[in-house]
């Protein structure tokens, strides 16, 4: 198998049709009016980063819609909840500042990109305003701006993500108490597993 190893090769082979005049010009320094209306409805976004040696990570982030504040034109703050306590992202961060920032918003095939420099805080004041329930995130992700686009829905519309007919019947996929089970050699059963999952997930959403 040959691979591509150079721009000039790759622009060969995508010669036709060259970047349009409006995909160059559609991306933005900071956040217009829609970035910020965009961001203020997604209750989802997707976190790409790297260690800068060749290791990278994405993330899902997920809250209530608006959850990710807008603290300026330039700058976004996403708090960390609770998880697996693995931080791959933050510690990535500190390795590598750069991060990709893809946010969604659930039936609508457009997307938001967001490219920048992330820094990590426990600022105080911050984490009271990004507080559920009188819980505060353990730390912020503060994201400085580079670039902002939207893009377009192609992606969403051939994978006809949103359509709930094209969905698996849930109940025909495994649980992941039984993807564990089967992967770790656990000794509980897949039962007990999801049981214990189950009540982590409402001891520790927030």
């Known amino acids: 198998m040959e691979f591509v190893t150079t721009r000039e090769e790759l622009r ?3 010669k036709t049709p060259r970047p349009t005049d409006g995909s160059i010009r559609k991306e933005l320094k900071g956040l217009d009016g829609h970035c910020r209306s965009f961001i203020g409805k997604s209750p989802f976004v997707l976190i790409g980063s790297s260690d800068g040696a060749g290791n990278a990570d994405v993330t899902p982030k997920g809250d209530k819609p608006g959850f990710a504040a807008i603290l300026d034109d330039r700058t976004i703050a996403i708090p960390d909840r609770p998880g697996n306590n693995r931080l791959d992202t933050l510690e990535n961060i500190l390795r590598n500042p750069s991060v990709g920032l893809l946010f969604l918003i659930p039936g609508m095939n457009e997307t938001l990109r967001v490219n920048g420099d992330a820094r990590i805080t426990v600022d105080a004041t911050l984490r009271e305003r990004l507080a ?3 819980k505060e995130p353990q730390s912020v992700i503060v994201v400085a701006v580079k670039a902002a686009y939207m893009h377009c829905a192609k992606a969403f519309m051939r994978s006809d993500l949103w359509k709930p007919e094209s ?3 849930r109940a025909t996929l495994p649980t992941l108490g039984q993807i564990l089970r089967d992967q770790l050699a656990l000794a ?3 039962e007990a597993t999801d049981r214990w ?3 982590d997930y409402k001891q520790t959403m927030w």
């Open 167 to 169: 969905w698996y019947d």
């Open 132 to 134: 559920v329930d009188g």
């Open 197 to 199: 999952l189950d009540d």
């Open 12 to 14: 060969t082979i995508y």
């Open 188 to 190: 509980d059963s897949a």
